[in-house]
């Protein structure tokens, strides 16, 4: 069956194979499975090829769109993989209930937050997604359904969480959500001049509340060199947020040239400072507003042009995390790149119980460049440098090009989910880093 499953950055060749999800089913229940020839597939909202399987069939778990149950008096909810986050919240919300992380979309089915773990602007307070992941079915190529938790079949479970869909597909999850009054928000702007005025803020910000991120302006220079928008919100307690009236917009075609180009963002950048600046002391602010600014933007990602983007996140101790950030978007600037969206914020200590998930305690620091070729490619890899240099990862669901030292450096316990892994489930991001460190090893053992 031939489709269209790109990743969200647009900048890999898209996959053309996939398979029903039923055709999928059958196989794996029978054993009838070839190595490597499967990969379950979400929304697409990876940046990268971690949800690519050129080699193979992707299988597209959106069909999978049932909410199974709801336990009013604990959140429990269950939900079939291809559910999105968009769903559970129009389900829950009404019933007082909320997700208690959520990413920059809602438009994440349930099975590609768990197999990224994905975090939110509340990392500091709730942890990753999978830290709220009761248990979950998973369907394996030896074709029985696992049942793991913490406590049954728990080293399946922590490689799952996190584990980019190789060890099988996720059939259905029960999730815990989190009682709240209202789902809109009460928020705070707080201006900042540079980024010692961020690092300043930023670990009170968090103790105080439970949203907290930060917008860098990347492109300025001068005496406003540094400066940003510290942005903090908590849920409203006693009256909803004042709406305003939403407008869906979107971009109808691929672009042929990018039009994200530094005059237009240093304008934008300009204009969206001092918009917010204004907004000042506590204001309501409505859900979507704070948690998806972009999803009022369909496709927006085709502003890029025809090439994509390279989306990189890095996390960096607390320590060594502040001279690392500085230095990231000085070398930025120094190559001429603008990053359109440039967040920065920080991971608390929470662990989750994903083999491989990204967060850990310290900053996180978020850029996205349009696709210009090998001058953003040697971009990346000195981003990529500084970050491991400073004893931090680069988040491999955001990633199309990492070397895999870079990987094995970022996550020293690979060979952990490599165990795990379902022999039927392969990503061309899995072939190019951590089968790659595989091969190496297996030529040097021959070797000796």
């Not at 960096?316 to 930025?332: D, F, N």
Request: hydrophobic content about 40%.
């Amino acid at each position: 069956m031939a489709g269209s499953f790109q990743s969200f950055g647009r900048n890999v060749a898209e996959t053309r194979r996939s398979l029903p999800l039923s055709a999928a089913i059958e196989l794996l229940r029978t054993g009838n499975v070839e190595p490597g020839s499967l990969l379950g597939y979400g929304n697409g909202r990876t940046y990268g090829d971690s949800c690519q399987n050129a080699s193979g069939s992707v299988v597209d778990m959106r069909p999978a769109n049932r909410i199974l149950s709801f336990d009013a008096r604990s959140g429990v909810i269950e939900a079939e993989a291809g559910v999105f986050l968009s769903d559970i919240i129009a389900y829950a919300v009404p019933l007082g209930w909320f997700p208690p992380v959520l990413p920059g979309t809602q438009y994440v089915t349930v099975g590609g937050a768990i197999a990224n773990d994905v975090h939110g602007k509340n990392h500091h307070v709730r942890g990753t997604f999978g830290c709220h992941v009761e248990s979950l079915a998973l369907l394996r190529s030896d074709g029985q359904t696992y049942r793991c938790s913490r406590t049954a079949n728990a080293t399946l479970f922590s490689a799952t969480i996190g584990g980019m869909g190789l060890t099988g597909l996720v059939r259905s999850a029960r999730i815990r959500l989190r009682r709240i009054s209202l789902p809109d928000l009460m928020e705070t702007v707080t201006p900042f001049a540079s980024l010692d005025g961020y690092f300043a803020l930023a670990e009170a910000a968090d103790e105080a509340n439970e949203y907290a991120v930060a917008w860098i302006d990347q492109l300025a220079d001068g005496a406003c060199e540094g400066r940003g928008l510290l942005l903090t919100a908590n849920h409203a307690e006693a009256s909803p947020a004042r709406q305003k009236r939403e407008h869906r917009l979107s971009v109808p075609f691929r672009v042929p040239f990018t039009v994200l180009n530094k005059p237009f963002l240093k304008l934008f950048n300009e204009a969206y400072y001092r918009g917010k600046a204004r907004a000042g002391a506590i204001h309501p602010a409505s859900w979507r507003n704070f948690f998806f600014p972009l999803d009022g933007v369909r496709h927006w990602n085709r502003l890029y042009g025809p090439r994509g983007l390279y989306q990189h996140q890095s996390v960096l101790p607390l320590e060594a995390g502040q001279t690392a950030v500085r230095e990231m978007l000085a070398v930025s600037r120094k190559a001429g790149e603008g990053s359109f969206l440039t967040v920065l914020k920080r991971f608390g200590q929470m662990r989750s119980p994903g083999l491989l998930s990204f967060p850990r305690q310290g900053y996180t620091l978020t850029l996205d460049f349009p696709n210009r070729g090998a001058r953003t490619l040697a971009l990346l890899t000195e981003l990529d440098r500084i970050t491991i240099a400073a004893g931090g990862a680069v988040n491999p669901y955001k990633d199309a090009r990492m070397d895999s030292h870079v990987f094995e450096a970022s996550f020293p316990n690979w060979r952990a989910l490599e165990s795990l892994r379902d022999p039927a489930f392969l990503s061309d991001f899995w072939r190019r880093t951590a089968l790659g460190l595989k091969a190496g090893e297996q030529y040097v053992h021959a070797a000796e």
